[in-house]
């Protein structure tokens, strides 16, 4: 049995509990009060969360951090979500990475500023952050201009698991969502084990 | 023959550059002009670069992109620099999604609104980026602390082709380099086939 340690704030979290209800992988899950000091946070988290964040995924004795690393573990897992052939993956990859680097950090902070930190929509990076967003998720609904169903053509990858991580939230971070970017989340939330991150 | 499309001051092609060199994989370099608008820039590099970005690295008749998805490619290609076991591939990809997140974006950032934007230090941001770096290299310090040679014990790995990638330009984003990550960055630059990014 897998054990995932989340927090229904972390988007990055709910990216790996969508994709464990999306493939249907039973696992139990733990709530980590992220206002404790990692210090104080309880075991096992502590000591097998490498970077003192959640997710950490607990599967068969060890232990998985960084939420696309463990996407990219439960595709190879499940042998689908983009683990059917190597250049699925290495399209998977990419797009993994992308988001890390892009729309993971600008929505991310972007929702951090606005909704836990006092200084809210002053605070430092606000503008920096948001004119990196609006370049995110225009590169991403130019992707998606064609109608292909997901990321990757007619089925769902890791990369939508990942990229949707933090768009269930537009009113939090204070942005629109683009037409088609909405029509794929619309069809992401229509998929048997979809649920809300505040579900 | 692989061909890589880089740019002198970036730090993502920087990686894969040094990748290829420490490897000793044999290679054509190609300098792309990043003043260019994206439009205008030479082909293959314009069809190829799947989000317009350097570095991209063509083999075997395909386009790979994404610094750190390169070089998990080309760690599986050599089956050396991590690729030695599941397990060290496992702790690979978790540092690459961390570095994409976490230092190779607030000291990339940081370089990027001193050296390249008029604005300077009075960017945007850089207040934000300077507390994320700051954590950043104080985690990477901490991990190195136990005074192992490289980021997965002996040996070399991606990860630590991808961790260097902006800390040979402390001075550009007017950073201090903490005493571990210095000594292995002096570890780094010893190895047959380094060469500064500059070089």
């Known amino acids: 049995m897998m054990k995932l340690f989340g927090n229904r704030d972390s988007g990055h979290a709910y990216k790996v509990r969508l994709m464990l209800n999306l493939a249907g992988l039973p696992h139990d899950y733990e709530e980590i009060d992220l206002d404790l000091p ?3 946070r309880p075991e096992p ?4 969360s490498r970077y003192g964040e959640v ?3 607990l599967h068969a004795g060890r232990a998985y951090v960084q939420s696309n690393a463990i996407l990219l573990h439960l595709a190879e897992h499940t042998g689908k979500f983009g683990a059917e052939s190597g250049e699925r993956m290495t399209r ?5 990475f992308w988001e890390a680097n892009r729309l993971g950090f600008s929505l991310a902070n972007l929702r951090f500023g606005l909704k836990f930190t006092s200084t809210g929509a002053a605070s430092d990076g606000q503008v920096m952050l948001r004119n990196r967003f609006n370049a995110d998720i225009a590169r991403l609904d130019a992707e998606l ?12 990858s890791v990369a939508d698991v990942s990229l949707c991580g933090y768009l269930f939230w537009p009113e939090q971070a204070q ?3 683009p037409p088609h970017v909405q ?9 048997p084990g979809w649920r809300h991150p505040y579900a």
């Open 175 to 177: 942005v629109e969502i």
């Open 55 to 57: 997710p950490l995924l």
């Open 38 to 40: 990692r210090e104080l």
């Open 183 to 191: 029509a794929w989340l619309d069809r992401i939330s229509a998929l």
């Open 145 to 156: 201009a064609d109608g292909r169903a997901f990321i990757l053509g007619d089925s769902i």
């Open 92 to 96: 998977v990859r990419e797009w993994l």
């Open 45 to 48: 988290f502590r000591s097998q």
